[in-house]
């Protein structure tokens, strides 16, 4: 995947950076699909961007999205075009992307300090929990922002026709 802006990375290569970077503060680590940008979005990486010193996003592949819940006619925006905007918010240091159905591997290999998801994560089913835990870190479940979300949004617009 060809990267269109300097703060998104392949996995392989964000990996080596955070390396040189875990001397300077708390890596926080957060993911999803981020289809539709929007308040609660921003709302929660400003929260996560708080918990640390560098603030990676982990976006979902296109396939991903779709094996999720999301269903065949989601995600509305490409993968390219989801790590382009959430590249362009100041609070966010890195972007990357990974193609399981969960962030485990790439939790594995990023190894952040804290790991954050939103509140309708409880903390003990965070997926990757057990790898930040181990060595020493948390996983954070930030509250949402009540009345906005990407299905909402998709909803609202349907209905409008």
Known sequence: MERPHPKIYSPDQLAEILETRRSC????????????LHPGHVTLLTQARTLGDVLVVAVNSDASVRVLVKGPSRPVNTLADRMFMLAHLEMVDYV????AATPYDIISQLQPDILVKGGDWPVEAIVGRDVVEARGGKA?????VEGVSTTGIIDRIRNAR
């Not at 990357?96 to 193609?99: A, I, L």
């Open 25 to 36: 503060g708390k890596i926080v680590f957060t993911n999803g699909c981020f289809d539709l």
């Open 96 to 99: 990357t992307w990974f193609e």
């Open 140 to 144: 954070v479940s930030l509250p949402l």
